[in-house]
């Protein structure tokens, strides 16, 4: 069974540090794997998709790289903003299911402060 | 205007009522869902659609029903709500192996 873990659970950081978030599933048969932004009060806003060929994947200050055959994927963010206080989540789309099934992490959340 | 609607946002009712949460999108997706999320546990499929006609269970599909009235509404019923299902909840629309897209949810509290 796939399970998604997101480490660490919680992380507070000064404004313009450069960090990771640490991403790790259980199961390599992925067809992607996709990180997710959450606002409080908020739905998901998809970031980043990285396929499963794929290494990496950018959007301005934003790199997600993938590392199928280790179960890992990591989220850096370049120059943090107090503006990207979120709940930052990933997730994998399994292989093996007629579906566009996602499995879930429990998240990150991030808080940069001034 | 928001892509993915969800009504009502939010909702507090007794146990043992029936309870219809509702999702319009406007994307044009074929594929529709429900996901609810609680605490700790991250985010979990109750019900996928691939188009008016394919409806299929998720992970925790108990307790629930849904309905695709058409390709741009997919609602979600509790057909007697319990206060386990006190959580909040998700509907999102995509295309063919494209990201999902999410609407802001639904808080549901059950007494």
């Known amino acids: 069974k796939q399970e998604v873990t997101q480490i660490p659970a919680a992380l507070s950081v000064p404004e313009g540090e450069n960090l990771v978030l640490n991403c790790s599933f259980t199961d390599s048969a992925i067809y992607n794997l996709q990180w997710f932004r959450q606002d409080p009060g908020k739905g998901l806003t998809s970031l980043l998709l990285?396929?499963?060929?794929?290494r990496e994947q950018t959007s301005g200050r934003l790199n997600a790289s993938l590392d199928k055959s280790s179960g890992r994927s990591t989220l850096y963010i370049a120059a943090s903003q107090p503006g990207d206080s979120a709940t930052y989540l990933c997730?994998?789309?399994?292989?093996?299911?007629?579906?566009?099934?996602?499995?879930f992490g429990t998240g990150t959340r991030l808080q940069v402060f001034p | 205007d928001a892509d993915v609607t969800q009504t009502p946002r939010n909702r507090i009712t007794k146990t043992g009522k029936r309870i219809m949460l509702e999702c319009s999108q406007t994307k044009g997706h074929d594929r529709m869902y429900w996901y609810r999320q609680d605490p700790g546990l991250g985010l979990q499929l109750i019900y996928y659609?691939?188009?008016?006609?394919?409806?299929n269970k998720g992970e925790i599909s108990d307790g629930y029903s849904v309905s695709r009235q058409a390709q741009a509404k997919f609602s979600l019923s509790l057909e007697s709500a319990i206060p386990n299902q006190t959580a909040l909840y998700f509907c999102a629309t995509s295309g063919p192996y494209q990201p999902q897209h999410f609407g802001d949810g639904t808080r549901l509290s059950i007494l």
């Open positions: 997730a994998v789309r399994p292989r093996g299911y007629n579906t566009d099934k996602l499995i």
């Open positions: 990285i396929q499963s060929s794929q």
């Open positions: 659609s691939f188009d008016v006609k394919d409806i």
